[in-house]
């Protein structure tokens, strides 16, 4: 895996602000309220970001994360009282080797991850409870349709999209960044799939654009997204290990280098047309 990057004070930051009246509300199907995004029609439910606060992190636990820490240390500062994290892996961790590593990762740049919320084993509502008064929400990297069903099974999917709707900061890593986003078909590619294959693959839905991680590490995704994107009613944000996004208060700030693929093309930032949307950049 190369994991070079420019270091963090070298990164461009750019910045889209998601704000303004976008949604379509006299639509006859309430749950079907549709807006127009870059010349496309795509559900409402992905646009509804004016409260999300948001992390996707392409991998952690490397130096170059060091800029989007910092970022999320500022946010979850600003919209919590503490600096304690809940962490949620995508799938059995009899002995919890990766959240010891991400324990030790989070206590370097000031947080406490001292609470493992396990999906396969039965919770009362004093751990849900627990949970979710947590001052943030890790998503684990991992196998993300395992992550998606078993979010699903567990009853968990609609408690946490609606704990991230009203605020609640959440951070994902790789699939756990996925997830957020209104489908986890990007994720076939890295078993050699088709994303517009990928059936029922609705996901969290909190962002109105696909989000795929790791680009650095093979040549041919950043080909296969480009044919993809032609395909897809959303842009898709791609990153390389040690870049990421962070949301909030209406505002996607790129970490990085991140590559916007749009209707089959590369885009700058400021080259997506939203409707109701500014798009600012920012060196």
């Known amino acids: 895996m190369n994991n070079s990057v420019e270091p963090p004070a070298k990164r461009a930051f750019s910045t889209v602000l998601l704000a303004g009246n976008f949604v379509l509300k006299h639509s006859p199907y309430s749950s079907l309220v549709k807006c127009l995004f870059g010349g496309t029609i795509v559900p409402a439910d992905a646009l509804g970001v004016n409260m ?3 992390a996707l992190y392409s991998d952690q636990v490397i130096p170059e994360n060091f800029a989007i820490d910092l970022r999320l240390l500022e946010l979850v500062k600003a919209t919590r009282a503490g600096v304690r994290i809940g962490y949620v892996p995508s799938g059995p961790e009899p002995e919890q080797r990766f959240f010891r590593e991400r324990k030790s990762y989070y206590a370097q740049c000031g947080f406490d991850l001292s609470l493992f919320y396990d999906l396969n084993e039965p919770h009362s509502s004093r751990d849900l409870a627990e949970l979710f008064g947590c001052d943030a929400i890790h998503l684990s990297g991992g196998h993300t349709g395992n992550f998606l069903q078993q979010l699903k099974i567990s009853g968990m999917f609609n408690p946490l999209r609606n704990w991230a709707l009203r605020g609640g900061v959440l951070i994902g890593a790789s699939a756990g960044a996925i997830l957020m986003t ?10 050699g799939e088709k994303p517009e294959n990928v059936m029922g693959g609705n996901a969290l839905n909190l962002l109105p ?3 795929f991680p790791h680009l650095n590490t093979q040549e041919n995704y950043l080909p296969e997204l480009i044919r993809y994107s032609a395909n897809t009613a959303w ?9 990421g996004i962070v949301v909030s208060g209406g505002l996607v700030e790129c970490i990085g280098d ?6 089959g093309t590369i885009k700058k930032a400021n080259e997506i047309r939203l409707l109701g949307l500014s798009i600012l950049q920012s060196s």
């Open 258 to 263: 991140p590559v916007w693929i749009f209707e």
């Open 209 to 211: 654009f696909e989000f």
């Open 235 to 243: 842009p898709i944000v791609a990153v390389n290990d040690g870049d």
């Open 52 to 54: 999300v606060n948001l």
């Open 182 to 191: 209104p489908t986890i078909a990007v994720d076939a590619l890295f078993s």
